[in-house]
């Protein structure tokens, strides 16, 4: 199966920096799921040859409240190999994060923008993998484990950058084999 990652969230050294402050300061409180989505096309029980994957992420402040709100919003999005303008599989989910801090003293609107790029996004990834993965399942395909996360300084590059893997033939194979198999 190729992969395509896309991510608007930007994870440069310089946003990191700046997303430092408010982690050193914030406690997670919530996790929630506040929107979600999943498409597919019922005539195939096969997971599609291409996966698309995407993110981008809303942050604001209470400062009444002491809380930071982020929202990652998430979509896959998958083709065959006959077909790839064919979008076969969509699955979209919206989650809120809820982090309480103590202090915004000295915090500029930057910080809780990188904030919600960087550490949103990373803390939101292990419910958004497991939404795909069980979401899968419950529409009669093979369970899709999105890869993990990896939040690694790059050179600045285009907002929407693309990362590409093509699975092995023999993985496809055991993937279609134990769908068959279920």
Same mark, same amino acid.
């Not at 005539?43 to 990652?72: C, H, I, M």
């Not at 006959?82 to 000295?106: M, N, Q, T, W």
């Not at 803390?123 to 999105?146: H, I």
């Not at 790059?154 to 198999?181: D, G, H, I, W, Y």
């Given at each position: 199966?190729? %992969?395509?990652?896309?991510?608007?969230?930007?994870?440069?050294?310089?946003?990191?920096?700046?997303?430092?402050?408010? *982690?050193?300061?914030?406690?997670?409180?919530?996790?929630?799921? +506040?929107?979600? $989505?999943?498409?597919?096309?019922?005539?195939?029980?096969?997971?599609?040859?291409? +996966?698309?994957?995407?993110? =981008? &992420?809303? *942050?604001?402040?209470?400062?009444? @409240?002491?809380?930071?709100?982020?929202?990652? =919003?998430?979509?896959?999005?998958?083709?065959?190999?006959? @077909?790839?303008?064919?979008?076969? $599989?969509?699955?979209?989910?919206?989650?809120?994060? $809820?982090?309480?801090?103590? =202090?915004?003293?000295?915090?500029?609107s930057e910080s809780i923008t990188?904030?919600?790029?960087?550490?949103? &996004?990373?803390?939101?990834?292990?419910?958004?993998?497991?939404?795909? %993965?069980?979401?899968?399942?419950?529409?009669?395909?093979?369970?899709?484990? +999105?890869?993990?996360?990896?939040?690694?300084?790059?050179?600045? @590059?285009?907002?929407?950058?693309?990362?590409?893997?093509?699975?092995?033939?023999?993985?496809? @194979?055991? $993937?279609?084999? *134990?769908?068959?198999?279920?």
């Amino acid at each position: 199966m190729k %992969q395509q990652a896309r991510s608007a969230p930007n994870r440069t050294g310089a946003v990191m920096e700046l997303a430092a402050p408010v *982690s050193a300061r914030v406690e997670l409180m919530t996790i929630s799921l +506040v929107e979600s $989505l999943a498409r597919r096309q019922p005539f195939r029980d096969e997971l599609p040859d291409t +996966v698309t994957l995407s993110a =981008s &992420v809303q *942050s604001s402040t209470d400062e009444d @409240k002491q809380v930071v709100n982020v929202q990652p =919003s998430f979509l896959l999005t998958g083709a065959y190999a006959d @077909k790839l303008d064919e979008e076969v $599989l969509r699955i979209e989910a919206r989650f809120h994060l $809820l982090y309480r801090i103590p =202090s915004f003293d000295g915090l500029a609107s930057e910080s809780i923008t990188a904030f919600g790029e960087t550490n949103g &996004v990373f803390n939101a990834w292990p419910y958004w993998r497991e939404f795909v %993965q069980s979401t899968t399942v419950r529409m009669g395909l093979p369970p899709l484990t +999105v890869p993990v996360y990896r939040v690694l300084p790059q050179a600045p @590059k285009k907002r929407n950058s693309r990362k590409e893997t093509r699975a092995r033939p023999a993985a496809a @194979k055991r $993937l279609r084999a *134990s769908a068959k198999t279920r």
